[in-house]
Protein backbone atom coordinates (compact mmCIF):
# COMPACT_ATOMS: atom_id res chain seq x y z
CA UNK A 1 0.00 0.00 0.00
CA UNK A 2 1.41 3.31 -0.88
CA UNK A 3 0.37 5.71 1.89
CA UNK A 4 0.92 9.64 1.86
CA UNK A 5 0.77 11.34 5.35
CA UNK A 6 0.27 15.27 4.83
CA UNK A 7 2.33 16.45 7.79
CA UNK A 8 2.90 20.35 9.70
CA UNK A 9 5.40 21.92 12.00
CA UNK A 10 3.46 24.09 14.69
CA UNK A 11 4.29 25.92 17.48
CA UNK A 12 3.30 23.81 20.69
CA UNK A 13 0.21 26.15 22.02
CA UNK A 14 0.19 25.29 24.84
CA UNK A 15 3.59 26.71 25.71
CA UNK A 16 1.92 30.40 24.26
CA UNK A 17 1.66 33.26 26.92
CA UNK A 18 0.08 36.37 26.88
CA UNK A 19 1.81 39.76 27.92
CA UNK A 20 -1.02 40.81 29.71
CA UNK A 21 0.91 44.88 29.77
CA UNK A 22 1.04 44.83 26.05
CA UNK A 23 -1.45 42.20 25.03
CA UNK A 24 0.88 40.59 22.66
CA UNK A 25 1.89 37.05 22.19
CA UNK A 26 5.23 35.64 23.89
CA UNK A 27 6.40 33.39 21.26
CA UNK A 28 10.22 33.41 22.86
CA UNK A 29 11.23 30.23 23.24
CA UNK A 30 8.08 28.40 22.53
CA UNK A 31 9.26 24.86 20.60
CA UNK A 32 7.78 23.97 17.39
CA UNK A 33 6.76 20.44 17.38
CA UNK A 34 4.93 17.82 14.64
CA UNK A 35 0.96 18.41 14.77
CA UNK A 36 -0.57 15.75 17.38
CA UNK A 37 -2.92 14.55 14.64
CA UNK A 38 -0.71 13.97 12.05
CA UNK A 39 1.87 12.51 13.98
CA UNK A 40 -0.97 10.04 14.75
CA UNK A 41 -1.59 9.71 11.16
CA UNK A 42 1.97 8.60 10.79
CA UNK A 43 1.92 6.11 13.26
CA UNK A 44 -1.30 4.73 11.73
CA UNK A 45 0.59 4.24 7.94
CA UNK A 46 3.24 2.70 9.59
CA UNK A 47 1.45 0.72 11.66
CA UNK A 48 -0.60 -0.27 8.30
CA UNK A 49 3.07 -0.61 6.51
CA UNK A 50 4.45 -3.06 8.88
CA UNK A 51 0.91 -5.58 8.10
CA UNK A 52 0.46 -4.56 4.59
CA UNK A 53 3.74 -3.76 3.07
CA UNK A 54 4.21 -0.81 1.33
CA UNK A 55 5.66 2.95 1.55
CA UNK A 56 4.94 5.97 3.97
CA UNK A 57 5.59 8.98 2.39
CA UNK A 58 5.26 12.67 4.07
CA UNK A 59 4.21 15.71 2.55
CA UNK A 60 4.64 18.88 4.63
CA UNK A 61 4.52 22.59 3.59
CA UNK A 62 5.99 25.29 5.22
CA UNK A 63 9.08 27.21 5.94
CA UNK A 64 12.75 25.56 6.01
CA UNK A 65 12.77 25.10 9.87
CA UNK A 66 10.79 22.12 8.74
CA UNK A 67 13.95 20.13 8.01
CA UNK A 68 14.31 19.63 11.76
CA UNK A 69 10.77 17.76 11.87
CA UNK A 70 11.62 15.78 8.50
CA UNK A 71 14.79 14.11 10.53
CA UNK A 72 12.16 13.15 13.26
CA UNK A 73 9.99 11.45 10.74
CA UNK A 74 12.93 9.57 8.93
CA UNK A 75 14.11 8.77 12.24
CA UNK A 76 10.25 6.94 13.06
CA UNK A 77 10.76 5.27 9.95
CA UNK A 78 9.24 7.38 6.99
CA UNK A 79 10.57 6.35 3.74
CA UNK A 80 10.66 9.28 2.04
CA UNK A 81 9.54 13.20 2.72
CA UNK A 82 9.18 16.22 0.47
CA UNK A 83 8.67 19.55 1.98
CA UNK A 84 6.80 22.16 0.10
CA UNK A 85 8.34 25.54 0.27
CA UNK A 86 8.28 28.72 -1.59
CA UNK A 87 7.90 32.48 -0.82
CA UNK A 88 5.13 32.39 -3.31
CA UNK A 89 3.20 29.74 -1.09
CA UNK A 90 3.39 32.27 2.35
CA UNK A 91 0.12 33.58 3.37
CA UNK A 92 -1.92 30.85 1.62
CA UNK A 93 -5.22 30.44 3.98
CA UNK A 94 -6.64 26.96 4.05
CA UNK A 95 -8.28 26.78 0.46
CA UNK A 96 -4.76 28.06 -1.22
CA UNK A 97 -2.95 25.63 0.98
CA UNK A 98 -5.17 22.76 -0.14
CA UNK A 99 -4.95 23.78 -3.64
CA UNK A 100 -1.16 23.56 -3.17
CA UNK A 101 -1.05 20.45 -1.53
CA UNK A 102 -3.51 19.10 -3.73
CA UNK A 103 -1.66 19.96 -7.24
CA UNK A 104 1.64 18.72 -5.74
CA UNK A 105 -0.09 15.21 -4.62
CA UNK A 106 -1.39 14.85 -7.81
CA UNK A 107 2.26 14.36 -9.50
CA UNK A 108 2.60 11.40 -6.71
CA UNK A 109 1.03 8.02 -6.76
CA UNK A 110 -0.74 6.34 -3.45
CA UNK A 111 -3.78 4.75 -2.30
CA UNK A 112 -4.28 5.89 0.81
CA UNK A 113 -3.79 10.09 1.79
CA UNK A 114 -3.65 10.58 5.76
CA UNK A 115 -4.18 13.79 7.04
CA UNK A 116 -4.38 14.84 10.75
CA UNK A 117 -7.51 16.06 11.61
CA UNK A 118 -6.90 19.31 12.46
CA UNK A 119 -3.70 21.29 13.14
CA UNK A 120 -3.39 22.95 16.97
CA UNK A 121 -2.26 26.36 15.85
CA UNK A 122 -5.51 26.70 13.74
CA UNK A 123 -7.79 24.56 15.18
CA UNK A 124 -9.60 24.41 11.00
CA UNK A 125 -9.70 21.12 10.30
CA UNK A 126 -10.26 22.04 6.83
CA UNK A 127 -6.76 20.81 4.51
CA UNK A 128 -7.89 17.42 4.75
CA UNK A 129 -11.34 17.31 3.38
CA UNK A 130 -10.93 20.29 0.70
CA UNK A 131 -7.55 18.25 -0.39
CA UNK A 132 -10.11 15.01 -0.61
CA UNK A 133 -12.55 17.39 -2.49
CA UNK A 134 -9.66 18.54 -4.62
CA UNK A 135 -8.19 15.02 -5.50
CA UNK A 136 -11.83 13.58 -6.26
CA UNK A 137 -10.93 11.51 -3.72
CA UNK A 138 -13.94 10.02 -0.80
CA UNK A 139 -13.14 11.07 2.85
CA UNK A 140 -13.81 9.44 6.25
CA UNK A 141 -12.71 12.12 8.99
CA UNK A 142 -12.39 11.69 12.68
CA UNK A 143 -11.50 8.32 12.95
CA UNK A 144 -11.24 6.52 16.36
CA UNK A 145 -9.26 3.66 14.63
CA UNK A 146 -7.81 2.16 11.47
CA UNK A 147 -9.33 -1.53 11.75
CA UNK A 148 -7.67 -3.49 8.50
CA UNK A 149 -7.45 -3.28 5.44
CA UNK A 150 -8.88 -6.11 2.20
CA UNK A 151 -9.20 -6.35 -1.52
CA UNK A 152 -8.94 -2.61 -1.65
CA UNK A 153 -10.75 -1.75 1.18
CA UNK A 154 -9.95 0.05 3.94
CA UNK A 155 -12.10 -0.29 7.36
CA UNK A 156 -11.94 1.99 9.67
CA UNK A 157 -13.65 3.55 12.59
CA UNK A 158 -15.35 7.29 12.83
CA UNK A 159 -16.34 8.93 15.84
CA UNK A 160 -18.76 11.45 16.21
CA UNK A 161 -20.10 13.04 19.20
CA UNK A 162 -22.61 10.42 20.08
CA UNK A 163 -21.27 7.25 18.18
CA UNK A 164 -18.79 5.18 16.47
CA UNK A 165 -19.58 4.03 12.92
CA UNK A 166 -17.27 0.99 11.34
CA UNK A 167 -17.05 2.45 8.33
CA UNK A 168 -15.61 0.80 4.81
CA UNK A 169 -13.72 2.95 2.10
CA UNK A 170 -12.81 1.82 -1.06
CA UNK A 171 -9.35 3.32 -1.86
CA UNK A 172 -7.93 5.48 -3.39
CA UNK A 173 -9.15 7.55 -0.16
CA UNK A 174 -8.25 10.93 2.46
CA UNK A 175 -8.57 9.71 5.78
CA UNK A 176 -8.50 12.31 8.89
CA UNK A 177 -6.99 11.22 12.26
CA UNK A 178 -7.40 11.94 15.81
CA UNK A 179 -4.14 12.21 18.36
CA UNK A 180 -6.26 10.28 21.02
CA UNK A 181 -5.89 6.60 18.20
CA UNK A 182 -2.89 6.08 19.11
CA UNK A 183 0.46 6.33 21.08
CA UNK A 184 2.95 7.34 18.78
CA UNK A 185 6.03 5.10 18.44
CA UNK A 186 9.83 6.38 20.33
CA UNK A 187 13.05 7.22 17.40
CA UNK A 188 14.56 3.31 17.30
CA UNK A 189 18.32 3.98 17.52
CA UNK A 190 19.32 2.58 13.65
CA UNK A 191 16.57 5.10 12.34
CA UNK A 192 17.39 8.03 14.18
CA UNK A 193 21.24 7.41 12.88
CA UNK A 194 20.30 7.29 9.67
CA UNK A 195 17.98 10.09 9.50
CA UNK A 196 20.63 12.61 9.90
CA UNK A 197 22.11 11.82 6.63
CA UNK A 198 18.60 10.49 4.61
CA UNK A 199 17.60 13.15 1.79
CA UNK A 200 14.35 14.58 1.50
CA UNK A 201 13.29 16.34 -1.57
CA UNK A 202 12.69 20.37 -1.59
CA UNK A 203 9.55 21.15 -3.95
CA UNK A 204 9.63 24.87 -5.24
CA UNK A 205 7.15 26.39 -6.96
CA UNK A 206 7.90 25.43 -10.63
CA UNK A 207 8.45 22.04 -9.90
CA UNK A 208 4.69 20.85 -10.42
CA UNK A 209 1.89 22.06 -12.15
CA UNK A 210 -0.55 24.87 -9.51
CA UNK A 211 -2.43 27.87 -10.96
CA UNK A 212 -0.45 31.12 -9.42
CA UNK A 213 -3.74 32.97 -9.23
CA UNK A 214 -4.66 30.87 -6.59
CA UNK A 215 -2.12 30.55 -4.26
CA UNK A 216 -0.67 32.73 -1.76
CA UNK A 217 -2.01 35.42 0.01
CA UNK A 218 -4.02 36.99 -2.97
CA UNK A 219 -5.03 33.63 -4.42
CA UNK A 220 -7.30 32.68 -0.71
CA UNK A 221 -10.31 33.51 -0.81
CA UNK A 222 -10.49 34.66 3.26
CA UNK A 223 -8.40 37.26 4.34
CA UNK A 224 -7.74 38.67 8.10
CA UNK A 225 -9.50 41.73 8.49
CA UNK A 226 -8.43 42.04 12.11
CA UNK A 227 -6.60 40.34 15.14
CA UNK A 228 -6.84 40.80 19.11
CA UNK A 229 -6.20 39.43 22.02
CA UNK A 230 -8.88 38.28 24.52
CA UNK A 231 -10.67 40.65 25.60
CA UNK A 232 -9.89 41.04 29.53
CA UNK A 233 -12.81 42.56 31.59
CA UNK A 234 -11.94 45.15 33.40
CA UNK A 235 -11.93 43.37 37.19
CA UNK A 236 -14.82 44.75 38.90
CA UNK A 237 -14.31 46.14 42.43
CA UNK A 238 -15.89 43.57 45.04
CA UNK A 239 -19.79 44.50 45.54
CA UNK A 240 -21.60 43.08 49.01
CA UNK A 241 -25.03 42.33 46.70
CA UNK A 242 -27.93 40.32 48.25
CA UNK A 243 -28.58 36.90 47.14
CA UNK A 244 -31.21 37.62 44.86
CA UNK A 245 -29.02 40.43 42.82
CA UNK A 246 -25.75 37.88 43.26
CA UNK A 247 -28.63 35.45 40.75
CA UNK A 248 -29.59 38.30 38.20
CA UNK A 249 -26.13 39.41 37.27
CA UNK A 250 -24.77 36.18 37.25
CA UNK A 251 -27.39 35.04 35.25
CA UNK A 252 -26.49 37.87 32.57
CA UNK A 253 -22.83 36.35 32.42
CA UNK A 254 -24.11 33.37 31.96
CA UNK A 255 -26.56 34.40 29.36
CA UNK A 256 -24.94 34.09 26.16
CA UNK A 257 -23.86 30.97 26.50
CA UNK A 258 -27.34 29.33 26.97
CA UNK A 259 -28.73 28.20 24.03
CA UNK A 260 -27.79 24.31 24.56
CA UNK A 261 -29.45 21.17 25.36
CA UNK B 1 -32.62 41.02 -1.29
CA UNK B 2 -30.08 39.54 -0.34
CA UNK B 3 -29.77 35.68 1.13
CA UNK B 4 -28.17 33.83 3.80
CA UNK B 5 -28.47 30.21 3.77
CA UNK B 6 -28.11 28.06 7.04
CA UNK B 7 -27.27 24.12 7.00
CA UNK B 8 -29.73 22.26 9.41
CA UNK B 9 -28.30 19.35 10.79
CA UNK B 10 -30.38 16.11 11.49
CA UNK B 11 -28.87 13.53 13.64
CA UNK B 12 -30.49 10.67 15.62
CA UNK B 13 -33.61 12.08 14.40
CA UNK B 14 -33.25 15.61 16.24
CA UNK B 15 -32.67 19.02 14.78
CA UNK B 16 -29.33 19.56 16.30
CA UNK B 17 -29.41 22.96 18.07
CA UNK B 18 -26.86 24.54 16.73
CA UNK B 19 -28.86 24.79 13.45
CA UNK B 20 -31.57 26.47 15.65
CA UNK B 21 -29.11 29.06 17.51
CA UNK B 22 -27.36 30.24 13.82
CA UNK B 23 -31.24 31.70 12.17
CA UNK B 24 -31.69 33.14 15.52
CA UNK B 25 -28.43 35.32 15.74
CA UNK B 26 -28.35 35.84 12.19
CA UNK B 27 -31.70 36.88 12.42
CA UNK B 28 -31.04 39.34 15.70
CA UNK B 29 -28.22 40.96 13.42
CA UNK B 30 -29.81 41.13 10.50
CA UNK B 31 -33.15 42.19 11.06
CA UNK B 32 -35.21 42.29 8.06
CA UNK B 33 -32.82 43.39 5.86
CA UNK B 34 -32.03 40.12 4.11
CA UNK B 35 -33.85 36.68 3.61
CA UNK B 36 -33.01 33.98 5.83
CA UNK B 37 -33.18 30.17 4.83
CA UNK B 38 -32.84 27.05 6.81
CA UNK B 39 -31.61 24.09 4.71
CA UNK B 40 -32.35 20.67 6.40
CA UNK B 41 -31.42 16.99 4.61
CA UNK B 42 -32.50 13.70 5.77
CA UNK B 43 -34.55 10.67 4.87
CA UNK B 44 -37.82 12.35 6.10
CA UNK B 45 -38.14 15.48 7.84
CA UNK B 46 -41.39 15.73 10.05
CA UNK B 47 -44.33 18.24 10.30
CA UNK B 48 -42.57 18.47 14.09
CA UNK B 49 -39.22 19.67 12.73
CA UNK B 50 -40.26 22.55 10.63
CA UNK B 51 -42.68 23.83 13.38
CA UNK B 52 -39.62 23.74 15.69
CA UNK B 53 -38.05 25.82 12.91
CA UNK B 54 -40.54 27.96 12.22
CA UNK B 55 -40.56 30.17 15.32
CA UNK B 56 -36.90 30.62 15.74
CA UNK B 57 -36.93 33.22 12.94
CA UNK B 58 -36.32 32.26 9.04
CA UNK B 59 -37.73 33.62 6.05
CA UNK B 60 -37.86 30.43 4.09
CA UNK B 61 -37.24 26.10 5.27
CA UNK B 62 -35.96 24.11 2.45
CA UNK B 63 -36.16 20.10 3.20
CA UNK B 64 -34.45 17.81 0.81
CA UNK B 65 -35.53 14.33 1.83
CA UNK B 66 -34.07 11.29 0.32
CA UNK B 67 -33.04 8.08 1.97
CA UNK B 68 -29.32 7.93 1.29
CA UNK B 69 -29.26 11.13 3.53
CA UNK B 70 -30.87 9.32 6.26
CA UNK B 71 -27.15 9.00 7.78
CA UNK B 72 -24.50 11.50 7.10
CA UNK B 73 -22.41 10.57 4.09
CA UNK B 74 -19.68 13.17 2.82
CA UNK B 75 -20.37 12.37 -0.86
CA UNK B 76 -24.35 13.00 -1.08
CA UNK B 77 -24.75 16.06 1.40
CA UNK B 78 -22.08 17.46 -0.17
CA UNK B 79 -24.10 16.83 -3.79
CA UNK B 80 -27.21 17.63 -2.71
CA UNK B 81 -26.10 21.23 -1.17
CA UNK B 82 -23.61 22.13 -3.80
CA UNK B 83 -26.72 21.32 -5.87
CA UNK B 84 -29.18 23.46 -3.57
CA UNK B 85 -26.62 26.69 -3.82
CA UNK B 86 -26.27 26.21 -7.29
CA UNK B 87 -30.03 26.71 -8.01
CA UNK B 88 -29.58 30.08 -5.38
CA UNK B 89 -27.58 32.92 -5.15
CA UNK B 90 -26.37 32.76 -1.50
CA UNK B 91 -24.63 35.53 -0.42
CA UNK B 92 -23.90 34.14 2.97
CA UNK B 93 -23.54 30.18 3.82
CA UNK B 94 -23.34 29.14 7.59
CA UNK B 95 -23.21 25.58 8.93
CA UNK B 96 -22.25 24.77 12.93
CA UNK B 97 -19.25 23.37 13.18
CA UNK B 98 -20.02 19.40 14.80
CA UNK B 99 -18.29 17.20 13.54
CA UNK B 100 -20.43 16.50 10.80
CA UNK B 101 -20.07 20.56 10.49
CA UNK B 102 -16.43 20.24 10.15
CA UNK B 103 -16.42 17.21 7.84
CA UNK B 104 -19.19 18.72 5.71
CA UNK B 105 -18.25 22.57 5.51
CA UNK B 106 -14.62 22.30 4.11
CA UNK B 107 -15.52 20.00 1.68
CA UNK B 108 -18.39 22.40 0.30
CA UNK B 109 -15.76 25.26 0.35
CA UNK B 110 -13.90 23.65 -2.28
CA UNK B 111 -16.47 22.27 -4.20
CA UNK B 112 -18.11 25.81 -4.29
CA UNK B 113 -14.57 27.25 -4.75
CA UNK B 114 -15.11 29.99 -2.01
CA UNK B 115 -13.84 30.81 1.15
CA UNK B 116 -15.05 29.28 4.67
CA UNK B 117 -14.07 30.64 8.28
CA UNK B 118 -14.22 27.12 11.05
CA UNK B 119 -14.76 27.65 13.89
CA UNK B 120 -16.35 30.89 14.59
CA UNK B 121 -17.86 32.61 17.71
CA UNK B 122 -18.75 36.03 16.68
CA UNK B 123 -20.82 36.56 13.48
CA UNK B 124 -21.30 39.57 12.28
CA UNK B 125 -22.62 41.36 8.94
CA UNK B 126 -21.81 44.48 7.17
CA UNK B 127 -25.11 45.03 4.98
CA UNK B 128 -25.65 47.71 2.32
CA UNK B 129 -27.89 47.66 -1.14
CA UNK B 130 -25.61 45.63 -3.05
CA UNK B 131 -23.85 43.48 -0.44
CA UNK B 132 -23.61 41.87 2.71
CA UNK B 133 -20.00 40.89 4.23
CA UNK B 134 -19.90 38.34 6.63
CA UNK B 135 -17.50 38.70 9.42
CA UNK B 136 -16.59 35.78 11.10
CA UNK B 137 -14.74 36.03 14.07
CA UNK B 138 -12.82 33.09 15.65
CA UNK B 139 -10.54 32.18 18.60
CA UNK B 140 -7.13 30.98 17.15
CA UNK B 141 -3.69 29.92 18.90
CA UNK B 142 -5.69 28.06 21.47
CA UNK B 143 -7.63 31.03 22.29
CA UNK B 144 -5.04 33.38 23.16
CA UNK B 145 -5.86 35.32 20.06
CA UNK B 146 -8.90 36.08 18.32
CA UNK B 147 -9.06 36.47 14.60
CA UNK B 148 -11.96 38.40 12.36
CA UNK B 149 -11.67 36.61 8.57
CA UNK B 150 -13.75 38.02 5.70
CA UNK B 151 -14.28 36.66 2.38
CA UNK B 152 -14.58 39.45 -0.27
CA UNK B 153 -14.08 37.78 -3.67
CA UNK B 154 -15.90 34.39 -3.58
CA UNK B 155 -19.54 33.53 -2.71
CA UNK B 156 -21.14 32.34 -1.08
CA UNK B 157 -19.32 33.47 2.37
CA UNK B 158 -18.92 30.76 4.60
CA UNK B 159 -18.95 29.75 7.96
CA UNK B 160 -18.87 27.21 10.42
CA UNK B 161 -20.07 27.91 14.28
CA UNK B 162 -19.09 26.70 17.10
CA UNK B 163 -22.77 25.02 19.08
CA UNK B 164 -23.70 26.51 22.05
CA UNK B 165 -22.67 30.41 21.81
CA UNK B 166 -25.78 31.95 20.72
CA UNK B 167 -29.59 31.64 22.21
CA UNK B 168 -31.95 30.62 20.56
CA UNK B 169 -35.03 33.29 20.39
CA UNK B 170 -38.49 33.03 19.11
CA UNK B 171 -39.76 35.02 16.21
CA UNK B 172 -43.23 36.07 14.79
CA UNK B 173 -42.89 35.96 11.21
CA UNK B 174 -45.68 35.51 9.16
CA UNK B 175 -46.01 33.48 5.84
CA UNK B 176 -42.49 31.14 6.53
CA UNK B 177 -42.40 29.33 3.04
CA UNK B 178 -41.46 26.12 3.34
CA UNK B 179 -40.07 24.30 -0.29
CA UNK B 180 -39.33 20.62 -0.91
CA UNK B 181 -36.12 20.31 -2.96
CA UNK B 182 -36.53 17.57 -5.41
CA UNK B 183 -33.70 15.51 -5.18
CA UNK B 184 -31.97 13.26 -7.10
CA UNK B 185 -29.07 10.64 -6.12
CA UNK B 186 -27.33 8.15 -6.86
CA UNK B 187 -26.41 4.75 -5.22
CA UNK B 188 -22.47 5.45 -6.02
CA UNK B 189 -20.79 6.19 -2.43
CA UNK B 190 -16.93 4.51 -2.09
CA UNK B 191 -18.16 4.99 1.62
CA UNK B 192 -20.16 1.96 3.55
CA UNK B 193 -21.54 2.02 6.98
CA UNK B 194 -20.97 -1.26 8.24
CA UNK B 195 -22.19 -0.79 11.71
CA UNK B 196 -23.12 2.03 14.57
CA UNK B 197 -22.57 2.04 18.03
CA UNK B 198 -23.59 4.60 20.90
CA UNK B 199 -20.88 5.99 23.01
CA UNK B 200 -21.52 6.62 26.56
CA UNK B 201 -20.42 9.75 27.42
CA UNK B 202 -20.59 9.38 31.37
CA UNK B 203 -16.75 10.15 31.48
CA UNK B 204 -16.20 13.84 32.83
CA UNK B 205 -14.09 15.97 30.65
CA UNK B 206 -13.07 19.27 32.99
CA UNK B 207 -10.78 20.05 30.87
CA UNK B 208 -12.92 20.69 27.82
CA UNK B 209 -15.95 21.89 29.41
CA UNK B 210 -16.95 25.83 28.54
CA UNK B 211 -18.72 26.49 31.37
CA UNK B 212 -18.06 25.10 34.87
CA UNK B 213 -19.87 25.38 37.87
CA UNK B 214 -17.45 24.76 40.73
CA UNK B 215 -18.61 24.78 44.75
CA UNK B 216 -16.21 24.95 47.87
CA UNK B 217 -16.60 24.30 51.25
CA UNK B 218 -19.06 26.83 51.67
CA UNK B 219 -21.62 25.27 49.76
CA UNK B 220 -20.62 21.27 50.58
CA UNK B 221 -23.92 20.65 51.90
CA UNK B 222 -25.94 21.98 48.99
CA UNK B 223 -23.48 20.22 46.47
CA UNK B 224 -26.72 18.63 44.48
CA UNK B 225 -27.65 22.33 44.20
CA UNK B 226 -24.38 23.45 41.91
CA UNK B 227 -24.87 20.12 40.07
CA UNK B 228 -28.82 21.57 39.76
CA UNK B 229 -27.29 24.43 38.32
CA UNK B 230 -24.89 22.78 35.89
CA UNK B 231 -26.99 20.88 34.29
CA UNK B 232 -29.56 23.56 33.67
CA UNK B 233 -26.27 25.70 31.84
CA UNK B 234 -25.16 22.95 30.08
CA UNK B 235 -22.49 22.76 31.65
CA UNK B 236 -20.05 20.34 34.33
CA UNK B 237 -20.09 20.68 38.08
CA UNK B 238 -16.66 20.70 39.86
CA UNK B 239 -15.46 20.63 43.58
CA UNK B 240 -12.52 22.60 45.04
CA UNK B 241 -10.46 19.96 47.97
CA UNK B 242 -12.65 20.62 50.50
CA UNK B 243 -15.85 19.09 48.86
CA UNK B 244 -13.57 16.15 47.44
CA UNK B 245 -11.61 15.34 51.18
CA UNK B 246 -15.60 15.51 52.88
CA UNK B 247 -16.28 12.33 49.99
CA UNK B 248 -19.04 14.58 49.21
CA UNK B 249 -17.92 13.98 45.40
CA UNK B 250 -15.34 11.97 43.26
CA UNK B 251 -11.92 13.32 42.71
CA UNK B 252 -12.50 13.19 38.73
CA UNK B 253 -14.36 16.87 39.35
CA UNK B 254 -11.49 18.41 41.50
CA UNK B 255 -10.06 21.45 40.09
CA UNK B 256 -6.26 22.34 41.03
CA UNK B 257 -2.90 21.21 41.37
CA UNK B 258 -4.29 17.55 42.57
CA UNK B 259 -7.14 17.78 40.37
CA UNK B 260 -8.00 19.17 36.72
CA UNK B 261 -6.81 22.31 34.95
CA UNK B 262 -9.29 23.89 33.58
CA UNK B 263 -10.05 27.13 31.27
CA UNK B 264 -13.59 26.96 30.32
CA UNK B 265 -15.36 30.36 29.08
CA UNK B 266 -16.48 30.79 32.39
CA UNK B 267 -15.79 29.50 35.50
CA UNK B 268 -18.37 30.06 38.66
CA UNK B 269 -17.05 29.62 41.82
CA UNK B 270 -19.58 29.26 44.86
CA UNK B 271 -17.88 29.44 48.44
CA UNK B 272 -14.64 28.86 47.12
CA UNK B 273 -12.26 30.63 49.07
CA UNK B 274 -9.60 30.32 46.58
CA UNK B 275 -6.31 28.61 47.73
CA UNK B 276 -3.59 28.73 45.87
CA UNK B 277 -3.63 25.05 45.04
CA UNK B 278 -7.06 25.38 43.70
CA UNK B 279 -6.38 29.14 41.93
CA UNK B 280 -3.39 27.39 39.85
CA UNK B 281 -5.99 24.81 37.66
CA UNK B 282 -8.36 27.42 36.82
CA UNK B 283 -6.68 31.05 36.87
CA UNK B 284 -6.77 31.02 32.80
CA UNK B 285 -10.55 30.35 32.75
CA UNK B 286 -11.35 33.44 30.73
CA UNK B 287 -14.36 34.90 32.86
CA UNK B 288 -14.31 34.05 36.55
CA UNK B 289 -17.22 34.92 38.50
CA UNK B 290 -17.07 34.38 42.59
CA UNK B 291 -19.31 34.13 45.23
CA UNK B 292 -18.28 33.85 48.75
CA UNK B 293 -19.27 35.53 52.12
CA UNK B 294 -15.76 36.58 53.26
CA UNK B 295 -14.65 39.86 51.42
CA UNK B 296 -11.84 39.05 52.08
CA UNK B 297 -11.72 35.68 50.06
CA UNK B 298 -8.41 35.05 48.22
CA UNK B 299 -10.45 34.03 45.00
CA UNK B 300 -11.55 37.83 44.28
CA UNK B 301 -8.00 38.42 43.98
CA UNK B 302 -8.34 36.13 40.64
CA UNK B 303 -12.20 36.76 40.20
CA UNK B 304 -13.71 39.33 37.36
CA UNK B 305 -16.27 39.72 39.07
CA UNK B 306 -16.46 39.15 42.96
CA UNK B 307 -20.02 39.41 44.79
CA UNK B 308 -19.71 39.26 48.53
CA UNK B 309 -22.99 37.11 49.42
CA UNK B 310 -23.40 33.60 50.84
CA UNK B 311 -23.57 30.98 47.96
CA UNK B 312 -26.11 28.94 49.57
CA UNK B 313 -28.37 31.59 49.35
CA UNK B 314 -27.22 32.56 45.53
CA UNK B 315 -28.12 28.98 44.36
CA UNK B 316 -32.01 28.42 44.95
CA UNK B 317 -32.60 32.07 43.29
CA UNK B 318 -30.29 30.80 40.36
CA UNK B 319 -32.25 27.43 39.69
CA UNK B 320 -35.13 29.14 39.89
CA UNK B 321 -33.94 32.15 37.24
CA UNK B 322 -32.28 29.71 35.26
CA UNK B 323 -35.88 27.49 35.05
CA UNK B 324 -37.80 30.07 33.93
CA UNK B 325 -35.32 31.02 31.39
CA UNK B 326 -35.27 27.70 29.85
CA UNK B 327 -39.08 27.75 30.14
CA UNK B 328 -39.03 30.44 27.39
CA UNK B 329 -36.06 29.33 25.12
Not at chain 2, 79 to 96: E, P, Q, R, Y
Not at chain 2, 107 to 124: E, F, Q
Not at chain 2, 300 to 311: E, P, T, Y
Request: charged fraction near 25%; hydrophobic fraction near 45%.
Amino acid sequence: MKIIVLVKQVPNTSEIKIDKLTNTLIRKGVESIINPDDLAGVEEALKLKSRYGGTVTCVTMGPFQAESMIRTLYGLGVDHAYLISDPKFAGSDTYATSTILSSFLKTLEYDLIIAGYQAIDGDTAQVGPQVAEMLELPQVGHLHAICGYQDGVLQVEREDETEILTIDVRLPALVTTLRRMNTPRLMNAWDAFRATSKPFTLVRFGDFPVNELKIGLKGSPTQVSKTYTKVLVQKAPIEKVDAKEASKKILALLYPYLGVK
Amino acid sequence: MKKIAIFIEKKSDKLASVGLELISETRRKVGYSAYLIAIVLGAQIGEEEINQLKVVGPDEIVIAEHDLLKVYDTHYYTTVLSDIVAKHTFDVLLLGSTILGRDLAPRLSARLHTGLTADATILDFDVSDDRISLLATRPALGGNLFATIICPKTLPQMASIRPGVFAIESFDIENIKVSHYPVTLVADSKVKIISRKKVEKDAIELSSARLIIAGGRGVANQFHDVKTIANLVGGEAAASRAVIDANIEAKDRLVGQTGANVKPAIYLALGISGAVQHVSGMEKSELIIAVNNDPDALIFKVADVSLVCDAKEVMPYLIKDLQALKGMI
